[in-house]
Nanobody, 127 residues
Framework: QVQLVESGGGLVQAGGSLKLSCAAS????????MGWFRQTPGKEREFVAT????????AYADSVKGRFTISRDNAKNTVYLQMNSLKPEDTAVYYC????????????????????WGRGTQVTVSS
């Protein structure tokens, strides 16, 4: 079965950086798009970034554009989220997710596009 395990979260001061990792197993990682989402208590899970199966195409939420970078290493079955210039409003549990469509050109923004999820990693940005 597909398993996704996030790591790299923690406490950081505003303006600082963190790099999240998500290790995938259970199927051919390089065939599928990956996404990062985040959620705070009482709010819906929101889209942060996505990357296609080859890494040639990425997309970001407006709130993180220019500060966050999604990347993947298909040889290591891992997707990353480099987060720079962090703000207190970036505080959330961050989840990685993977799609089920093989090598598509579509970009996936909705939680409903991702059937497989990790358990999340907490990111806290202090002011």
């Amino acid at each position: 079965q597909v398993q996704l395990v996030e790591s790299g979260g923690g406490l950081v001061q505003a303006g600082g950086s963190l790099k999240l990792s998500c290790a995938a197993s259970g199927r051919t990682f390089s065939n599928y798009a990956m996404g990062w989402f985040r959620q705070t208590p009482g709010k819906e899970r929101e889209f942060v970034a996505t990357i296609n199966w080859s890494g040639s195409s990425t997309a970001y939420a407006d709130s993180v554009k220019g500060r966050f970078t999604i990347s993947r290493d298909n040889a290591k079955n891992t997707v990353y989220l480099q987060m720079n210039s962090l703000k207190p409003e970036d505080t959330a549990v961050y989840y990685c997710a993977t799609n089920s469509a093989v090598r598509t050109i579509r970009t996936y923004y909705s939680t409903s596009d991702y059937p497989y999820w990790g358990r999340g990693t907490q990111v806290t940005v202090s002011s």
